[in-house]
């Protein structure tokens, strides 16, 4: 085939596949909305929590908050930005089937179909064991995801989400030194959550 | 932040500007394409590829002088996705009375849903899917972004573009053992 014949078919392959991203990343960002906004309600009361909460604070001294409640305050499950779910979609393919379980929160159901995905179902092994890391931190088995988000860290692809993520076990597993260490890594490289970090970083010391 | 900073920013496929304009044009483009008559729903899914079409304008270099408003020409192309695809769905919309507009943004909507991509391009699209992180970026910053060799190389770090030449090179000769096989 002539290159330029092939050119405008692989740009529209890549556009196509880029598109498939772009739409999942708006899909999140749309359900990040629909949650805030069932959410509303307990704004209020968590206002009202956080008001009764400062006067204690400020009557009882400073007292900070634990591992348990730092980890519960900055962990939010990473969204399904690969592939889009769509409606009403009858045949899914292997990969949005694993995906579709993901984001219905059947986290050993996608757990298992991580296992099966292969880089035939065109996705590739860093991007499936990020997933199945974030899967196992869903079910509370730290350990597992640790061991998966360090084998992440070392491609870039999703490098500064597991060190946030890591981040986040240390603190659940009580090892500060260690969640500073990761967390300094995400600060020098100041592209993912900087403020957050910075945050943390404070609490911590 | 001026609206030439926004087509910059949107230029340079900055998620979190992308994110920006979604989330301020959202409750308004709903509110305006509820008078045809479309479910919430689609309204939604319509917004969200017309939000996909401006970054890719952007992208192009086609908006950078725009002489209306990004919220004017989002809604432009919106209005004809949505139209697009009630089409393709066989589903009622209320007509809309043809205003004199900027930009044709009913061909803007069309060429954004090009013919079907072929048995070749499927195939492309999943080995693409498949190939290794340096390949996709600079496969992706060629061929979606436009990019030339030389502002691979900037953008990249690469030494110099005889690096990002080869590198290509070796990148589609991936693709193309992975779709042969």
Same mark, same amino acid.
């Given at each position: 085939?002539?290159?330029?014949?092939?050119?405008?078919?692989?740009?529209?392959?890549?556009?196509?596949?880029?598109?498939?991203?772009?739409?999942?990343?708006?899909?999140?960002?749309?359900?990040?909305?629909?949650?805030?906004?069932?959410?509303?309600?307990?704004?209020?009361?968590?206002?009202?929590?956080?008001?009764?909460?400062?006067?204690?604070?400020?009557?009882?001294?400073?007292?900070?908050?634990?591992?348990?409640?730092?980890?519960?305050?900055?962990?939010?499950?990473?969204?399904?930005?690969?592939?889009?779910?769509?409606?009403?979609?009858?045949?899914?393919?292997?990969?949005?089937?694993?995906?579709?379980?993901?984001?219905?929160?059947?986290?050993?159901?996608?757990?298992?179909?991580?296992?099966?995905?292969?880089?035939?179902?065109?996705?590739?092994?860093?991007?499936?064991?990020?997933?199945?890391?974030?899967?196992?931190?869903?079910?509370?088995?730290?350990?597992?995801?640790?061991?998966?988000?360090?084998?992440?860290?070392?491609?870039?692809?999703?490098?500064?989400?597991?060190?946030?993520?890591?981040?986040?076990?240390?603190?659940?597993?009580?090892?500060?030194?260690?969640?500073?260490?990761?967390?300094?890594?995400?600060?020098?490289?100041?592209?993912?959550?900087?403020?957050?970090?910075?945050?943390?970083?404070?609490?911590?010391? | 932040?001026?609206?030439?900073?926004?087509?910059?920013?949107?230029?340079?496929?900055?998620?979190?500007?992308?994110?920006?304009?979604?989330?301020?044009?959202?409750?308004?483009?709903?509110?305006?394409?509820?008078?045809?008559?479309?479910?919430?729903?689609?309204?939604?899914?319509?917004?969200?590829?017309?939000?996909?079409?401006?970054?890719?304008?952007?992208?192009?270099?086609?908006?950078?002088?725009?002489?209306?408003?990004?919220?004017?020409?989002?809604?432009?192309?919106? #209005?004809?996705?949505?139209?697009? +695809?009630?089409?393709?769905?066989?589903? *009622?919309?209320?007509?809309?009375?043809?205003? /004199? $507009?900027?930009?044709?943004?009913?061909?803007?909507?069309?060429?954004?849903?090009?013919?079907?991509?072929?048995?070749?391009?499927?195939?492309?699209?999943?080995?693409?899917?498949?190939?290794?992180?340096?390949?996709?970026?600079?496969?992706?910053?060629?061929?979606?972004?436009?990019?030339?060799?030389?502002?691979?190389?900037? #953008?990249?770090?690469?030494?110099? +573009?005889?690096?990002?030449?080869?590198? *290509?090179?070796?990148?589609?000769?991936?693709? /193309? $053992?992975?779709?042969?096989?």
């Amino acid at each position: 085939m002539e290159d330029k014949e092939f050119d405008k078919h692989l740009k529209k392959a890549i556009t196509a596949e880029e598109r498939k991203h772009q739409k999942a990343y708006l899909r999140a960002v749309e359900k990040s909305l629909n949650t805030s906004k069932k959410k509303f309600n307990w704004r209020i009361a968590a206002a009202i929590i956080a008001i009764i909460g400062l006067s204690g604070y400020f009557i009882f001294g400073n007292q900070s908050l634990s591992n348990d409640e730092l980890y519960s305050k900055y962990y939010a499950p990473y969204e399904n930005v690969i592939e889009p779910i769509v409606r009403d979609q009858v045949n899914l393919s292997k990969k949005a089937k694993v995906f579709s379980f993901y984001e219905q929160g059947a986290y050993k159901k996608a757990i298992e179909g991580f296992n099966q995905l292969t880089a035939l179902d065109a996705i590739d092994v860093e991007t499936i064991t990020f997933y199945k890391a974030n899967s196992y931190l869903q079910l509370k088995e730290f350990k597992k995801a640790k061991t998966l988000f360090s084998q992440v860290t070392k491609n870039e692809q999703w490098q500064t989400e597991s060190l946030w993520y890591l981040a986040l076990i240390s603190i659940k597993l009580n090892d500060t030194d260690a969640a500073l260490k990761y967390l300094q890594q995400l600060k020098n490289k100041r592209t993912f959550k900087n403020s957050a970090v910075n945050e943390l970083i404070k609490l911590l010391n | 932040m001026s609206e030439h900073q926004l087509i910059l920013l949107l230029k340079k496929s900055d998620k979190e500007t992308l994110k920006m304009v979604y989330i301020e044009n959202r409750d308004s483009f709903i509110n305006f394409a509820r008078k045809f008559k479309v479910s919430e729903n689609d309204i939604v899914d319509a917004y969200q590829d017309a939000i996909i079409a401006l970054s890719e304008k952007a992208i192009q270099g086609e908006i950078d002088c725009l002489n209306c408003s990004v919220k004017t020409y989002l809604f432009g192309i919106g #209005k004809y996705i949505l139209f697009e +695809k009630a089409r393709k769905n066989h589903k *009622k919309v209320t007509d809309f009375p043809l205003e /004199k $507009e900027d930009y044709n943004y009913k061909s803007i909507a069309e060429s954004f849903f090009e013919d079907k991509p072929n048995r070749l391009e499927l195939l492309l699209q999943k080995g693409f899917a498949s190939l290794g992180k340096k390949c996709k970026e600079v496969l992706r910053l060629f061929y979606y972004r436009g990019f030339t060799i030389d502002e691979i190389s900037d #953008k990249l770090n690469y030494k110099d +573009k005889n690096v990002v030449k080869s590198q *290509k090179s070796r990148c589609i000769k991936q693709l /193309k $053992e992975k779709i042969n096989n």
